[in-house]
Nanobody
Framework: QAQLVQTGGGLVQPGGSVRLSCSTSGFSLEYYAIGWFRQAPGKEREGVACSSSSGYNYYYLDSVKGRFTISREVTKNTVYLQMDNLQSDDTGVYYC???????????????WGQGAQVTVSS
């Protein structure tokens, strides 16, 4: 059964950093684009970052450019989202998702992680 298992998250102060991990189970990472999405209370889910299946193309939400970095370690079937200089607006539940074709809208993603809460607060 194809699954994505997330680790990381938690409470962090403004300006702090958090790293999220997303590991595949039951399928190989190398054939999938992996996207990171977040949903804040009362807001719609939004795409934050995406890594293409080749690992050569990366996409970021404008508001996180320069602060978030997505990377993949194929030998470990794991994708990371390094989040630096976190702000209160970054608070939400973060999900990773896998898509066989390429980075795109959330509806195209086939497998989703369980989600991880990230709370940015002093």
């Amino acid at each position: 059964q194809a699954q994505l298992v997330q680790t990381g998250g938690g409470l962090v102060q403004p300006g702090g950093s958090v790293r999220l991990s997303c590991s595949t189970s039951g399928f190989s990472l190398e054939y999938y684009a992996i996207g990171w999405f977040r949903q804040a209370p009362g807001k719609e889910r939004e795409g934050v970052a995406c890594s293409s299946s080749s690992g050569y193309n990366y996409y970021y939400l404008d508001s996180v450019k320069g602060r978030f970095t997505i990377s993949r370690e194929v030998t470990k079937n794991t994708v990371y989202l390094q989040m630096d200089n976190l702000q209160s607006d970054d608070t939400g539940v973060y999900y990773c998702a896998a898509e066989t074709l390429s980075c795109g809208p959330a509806a195209r993603y086939e497998v989703w992680g369980q989600g991880a809460q990230v709370t940015v607060s002093s």
